[in-house]
């Protein structure tokens, strides 16, 4: 059985919708600044991690829950030579609007303490290593429920002209279409019909990072889609507009703090095992997670 103070480790489950989890300490890996197609919850066991979003930083201390909407650009860093222990779930927007019609468009505090909701959070953690997918399909539920009714609200998005908005939707649709590759300024700025300049100043504001950053950020995350089902690493490089193998590694390290090579044997473990259970050996029974113990909220 893996000690958690070894990992992190992260696993893409498809049968729970693309629920992506990730569990571990960072000790001296700062986490770049990026996004996710979902919510991000990470409940902190130890240490201090700081947080950083829409231009404001958040320490978060142990039994502490970091919050992120879908989109929202964030980074983080250790607050201290421990750095700090952590175990997280990214939600697609697709669950998400499966609990709530807005459940994909909404605002959050990015720091909060809510002993029910790290009680849900450790229910569900737990019941990745010994129960059944309806099991754990019905915690997962009950977390993201109790989170947007407890903690969101429809957040006043800032205006845009039509034009812009549309310049960059056919942008995203663009760079979308053509992951393999490298895309230049001028290229897209053709298609979307803008001034090069113009368009980079319209898609970093609405989106919060530029088109490059966007584009990189989409090719990592169809290389997490490709390695979770057992893709060779070379391949998925090549597919995703990677130099290379090395190239792939280097950035996936710094994304994650977890390797290709490791992300993608786990998940052969995974695809050649029970399917809705995690093996021991590529993951701990949580039972040490923080929080409230069990009697905290009724089965």
């Not at 993201?144 to 939707?169: C, G, N, W, Y």
């Not at 998925?236 to 996936?252: E, I, K, M």
Request: aromatic fraction near 8%.
């Amino acid at each position: 059985m893996l000690d958690i103070d070894a990992l992190p480790r992260g696993l893409k489950l498809h049968y729970l919708g693309g629920l992506e989890i990730v569990a571990g300490r960072y000790r001296d890996h700062t986490l770049p600044r990026h996004s996710h197609d979902g919510l991000m919850l990470s409940l902190l066991g130890d240490g201090i991690q700081k947080v950083h979003y829409k231009g404001a930083s958040h320490n978060a201390g142990a039994g502490s829950i970091v919050a992120i909407p879908p989109h929202g650009v964030h980074g983080a860093e250790p607050e201290g030579s421990d750095g700090w222990m952590f175990h997280s779930i990214t939600v697609p927007v697709d669950v998400l609007e499966s609990v709530h019609p807005e459940g994909g468009r909404f605002a959050c505090q990015s720091v909060m303490v809510d002993d029910v909701l790290s009680h849900l959070f450790k229910r569900l953690f737990t019941s990745f290593t010994g129960e059944s997918a309806l099991h754990q399909e019905t915690a997962l539920f009950r977390l993201v429920e109790h989170f947007l009714k407890a903690h969101t609200h429809i957040s006043d998005f800032p205006q845009h002209r039509r034009t812009e908005k549309r310049a960059v939707e056919i942008s995203k649709d663009y760079l979308a279409d053509n992951l393999d590759r490298n895309v230049t300024l001028d290229e897209l700025a053709k298609v979307a019909r803008m001034d090069k300049f113009l368009l980079v100043r319209c898609f970093t504001d609405i989106l919060g990072i530029s088109p490059h950053a966007w584009h990189r950020q989409r090719q990592f995350q169809k290389s997490l889609e490709l390695l979770s089902r057992g893709a060779r690493i070379a391949e998925v490089a090549a597919q995703t507009g990677f130099a290379d193998q090395s190239h792939l590694t280097r950035v996936f390290k710094k994304m994650t703090g977890i390797t290709p090579g490791t992300y993608r044997k786990d998940h052969l473990t995974l695809l050649t095992g029970r399917g809705s259970v995690l093996p021991p050996d590529i993951w701990p029974r949580l039972h040490d997670l923080p929080g409230p113990d069990n009697r905290a909220v009724s089965s």
